[in-house]
């Protein structure tokens, strides 16, 4: 059954001037590279929503940790049901992989703890809790060097184990617990989250959904976890995980340094609170303003995504409704439909185009499994070849515009198969740019074909990563 759509207003009607959702827009469009989505609720009503095209409402996105906000409350549904209390030590849920020589902080260590990033590990148990075979052994192990509810950490590694803990109780992943509790009730189809090989949602990341889905979590949090009449989420519980547990910093105008709940962030602004996950997905609540801000995108400026909210749409909010101001109203409907990222800029096409045009170009065994390549310039495809395991393995055909966005499938560059919108140009007459927008991440990619006699040497670069942004260049050798 599709879900009823959030209602629609006109920002005026809910106390907030068409002119400074503009001026917001703008202002992203100006400083921000990658802005994906946003929708702004006020007083449970869309206000203003918009997308840059090929990002599109009914796609979803990854939310890398902005998960963590949903594992927190299927943590607090588990509790509310009297399968655990957030005093329980974490040692109790597994006992088979508890260390033989268990340390006094390990001992102390409590469901709370995890909950707020306040472990007492000293550093991120994500890496090494991942690496193990045992994943649960692997947490246990590291060392617990203060006395838990000290000391933060952001320490993924902990929601994962607060995932594990839901799925021992229940033997259920977090997927299965919440699509009856939570994503059902708020209307949130076709939802997905990424396992551990053993079978448990990795709670700290992998949850992807569509832009109005965060905004209806959002605002279910600041209705006090109550929908359509149903409470969903104990209001204890949603007052308990949206409050300060443990500073994370001085109090600087950082939007990371003022305190951290139950796997939410609180805000500059006073009483606002966030879930937000890598590279720019936000769900921030602003319950002094009764407003809700949903965002997606694939930038590194994070902090300057919300200063720009909190210096433009703030300040406008008003307490009753504005003077309706139908033309300026349709404007910004306008303009909002009519956000884009350009394809990129440059030559449709060159005079070695034809040359190597149906040549076959063979690389020397290399990391990224990339066998072999050829386009066809008439046909404004790629056909590549890539060796190793899985989906990734054998022959993949890739199209893509000039001057417009074709929509594909590519795994060139990508650890899985990733819908892409794709456009081409030749940035100098012997190099091709192929540019990548995978609309359902965060992740714009880049890849650039220079031509020789006889060879390609192909680069490649992502607009946003958790390492290097760039990978070393590969030479392929033409096979006549």
Not at 164 to 188: S, W
Not at 268 to 297: I, K, N
Not at 361 to 370: G, P, S
Request: with cysteine.
């Amino acid at each position: 059954m599709t879900p009823s759509p959030l209602p629609r207003s006109s920002p005026e009607a809910q106390g907030i001037p068409s002119s400074a959702v503009a001026e917001f827009a703008r202002r992203i469009e100006r400083s921000i590279q990658h802005l994906h989505s946003f929708m702004l609720l006020r007083h449970g009503q869309v206000v203003a929503e918009g997308w840059w095209h090929p990002y599109r409402p009914d796609a979803p996105h990854m939310l890398f940790s902005l998960s963590k906000s949903f594992t927190s409350t299927a943590v607090g549904l588990a509790v509310d049901e009297g399968r655990l209390s957030i005093d329980d030590p974490v040692l109790k849920f597994f006992p088979e992989d508890a260390p033989k020589k268990i340390s006094q902080n390990l001992a102390a260590m409590q469901v709370r703890h995890l909950l707020s990033m306040s472990t007492g590990h000293d550093v991120d148990s994500t890496e090494r809790t991942m690496r193990g075979r045992n994943p649960f052994k692997a947490f246990l192990s590291m060392p617990v060097k203060h006395k838990p509810g000290t000391h933060f950490v952001y320490n993924s590694g902990a929601t994962y184990m607060l995932a594990a803990i839901v799925q021992k109780l229940t033997g259920q992943t977090l997927m299965e617990y919440l699509t009856p509790r939570l994503f059902e009730p708020l209307g949130i189809q076709d939802a997905s989250w990424e396992s551990h090989p053993n079978g448990v949602n990795f709670g700290g990341w992998g949850l992807n959904i569509k832009t109005e889905d965060i905004a209806r979590f959002g605002q279910l949090y600041l209705q006090k976890g109550r929908w359509q009449g149903r409470q969903l989420i104990p209001a204890a519980w949603v007052e308990q995980a949206t409050s300060k547990h443990i500073d994370n910093g001085p109090g600087t105008n950082l939007d990371w340094t003022q305190g951290y709940g139950f796997q939410f962030w609180r805000c500059q602004p006073a009483g606002a609170y966030r879930g937000d996950g890598a590279f720019g997905q936000y769900c921030v609540v602003l319950p002094e303003q009764d407003a809700v801000l949903a965002m997606t995108g694939g930038t590194s400026e994070m902090q300057a995504v919300l200063d720009i909210p909190w210096e433009v749409l703030l300040p406008a909010m008003q307490p009753a409704p504005l003077p309706e101001n139908a033309p300026l109203a349709q404007a910004l409907a306008r303009s909002l439909k009519k956000l884009a990222f350009l394809p990129p800029s440059g030559a449709i096409t060159s005079p070695l185009a034809k040359r190597f045009s149906g040549q076959t170009f063979v690389f020397a065994a290399n990391k990224e499994t990339l066998h072999s390549l050829c386009f066809d310039f008439a046909d404004n495809s790629l056909t590549y070849r890539l060796l190793g395991g899985g989906k990734r393995r054998g022959k993949h055909t890739l199209r893509f515009g000039r001057g417009a966005w074709v929509e594909g499938v590519s795994v060139l560059g990508a650890p899985a198969p990733m819908k892409v919108a794709a456009s081409g140009v030749w940035t100098t007459e012997d190099t091709f740019a192929l540019t990548l927008c995978c609309y359902e991440t965060p992740f714009t990619a880049t890849m650039a074909f220079t031509f020789a006699p006889g060879q390609v040497t192909y680069k490649f670069k992502v607009n946003v990563d958790f390492g290097p942004t760039e990978k070393p260049a590969l030479v392929g050798k033409s096979q006549g």
